[in-house]
């Protein structure tokens, strides 16, 4: 994915990145029966990973993640790439006010491509915004390997407002 210059130039305070990793992890509950941890934290982008487990396996003479553990997890990692562009949007508010601005985010479309099996023990999820509105953001997301190879591609648009 590529970089846009001018919206990652904004740095996050760290008790701003530490809250929302709280409300993905821990929070919402459901990201945490899939194992989702984040990475990296940007203003238009974020990054996460999964460790394969046996709950996730999807085909089981194949050992491959179920394409309902792909789905959710890029469909989340959407949801907090746009958590993270609102909050860019808002930097002249406190930290923690900007955490309250979530409670209306959801999914109004997201679509799935399967590219390749997933086969492995970790894979890398990465979600950037591509426009944030007033009222909906839309996103693209990616779902790698361990061998850095693209598994799955997804888009989404979200609620914001």
């Given amino acids: 994915m590529k970089k846009h210059a001018a919206e990652t130039a904004i740095e996050f305070e760290p008790e701003y990145v530490t809250g ?10 459901f990201n945490q029966l899939l194992g989702l941890k984040v990475t990296s934290i940007e203003a238009d982008r974020a990054r996460g990973r999964i460790e394969m487990r046996r709950e996730l396996i999807g085909h089981y003479s194949h050992n491959r993640i179920h394409g309902g553990v792909i789905s959710a997890s890029l469909d989340a990692m959407g949801g907090l790439a746009v958590m993270a562009a609102i909050g860019a949007r808002h930097m002249d508010e406190a930290p923690a006010q900007r955490l309250h601005r979530f409670g209306k985010l959801g999914t109004i479309d997201l679509r799935i491509d399967y590219l390749r099996p997933g086969i492995g023990d970790r894979f890398e999820l990465r979600a950037e915004v591509l426009r944030l509105g007033s009222r909906v953001a839309t996103t693209r997301m990616e779902f790698l390997g361990t061998d850095g190879k693209l598994l799955s591609a997804g888009a989404g648009t979200y609620i914001v407002s």
């Fill in 20 to 29: 929302l990793k709280k409300i993905f992890e821990e929070m919402i509950v």
